[in-house]
């Protein structure tokens, strides 16, 4: 599986950004998506996932509210809608996923993902 994210780039504290994950290679059955970040120096963050129905969602504390995470219904394309940008929530954003039906309980994790894309950088400033 090859996973290809884009959509990054600079905005202004308060501002939005969507990012696209876009899967393609072997992918059959169900699976579940999660996007990630990573500050320099900072451990990464699980921040959001889906299933492959769209049925299951799950997000991180921090960005509830704010991110919304959507797909195309088993398409193999992920979506990640932020609103209310802050600066500190510049890092690195990754897309992941994993040959599971759900979002589970452990999904914000790094172990476990089948496939992990090479990232698109968003950053935040004042």
């Known amino acids: 599986v090859t996973v290809a994210e884009s959509g990054g780039g600079l905005v202004q504290a308060g501002g939005s950004l969507r990012l696209s994950c876009q899967l393609s290679?072997?992918?059959?059955?169900?699976?579940?998506t999660a996007w990630f970040r990573q500050a320099p120096n900072q451990e990464r963050e699980g921040i959001a996932c889906?299933?492959?129905?769209?049925?299951?969602?799950k997000y991180g504390d921090s960005v509830k509210g704010r991110f919304t995470v959507s797909n195309n219904n088993g398409q193999n394309t992920i979506w990640l809608q932020m609103n209310g940008l802050k600066p500190e929530e510049t890092a690195m954003y990754y897309c992941a996923g994993r040959f599971v039906p759900y979002c589970s309980d452990t999904w914000s994790t790094l172990q476990g993902y089948d496939f992990w894309g090479q990232g698109t950088q968003v950053t935040v400033s004042p």
């Open positions: 889906i299933n492959w129905t769209g049925s299951n969602r």
């Open positions: 290679g072997s992918i059959t059955g169900r699976y579940a």
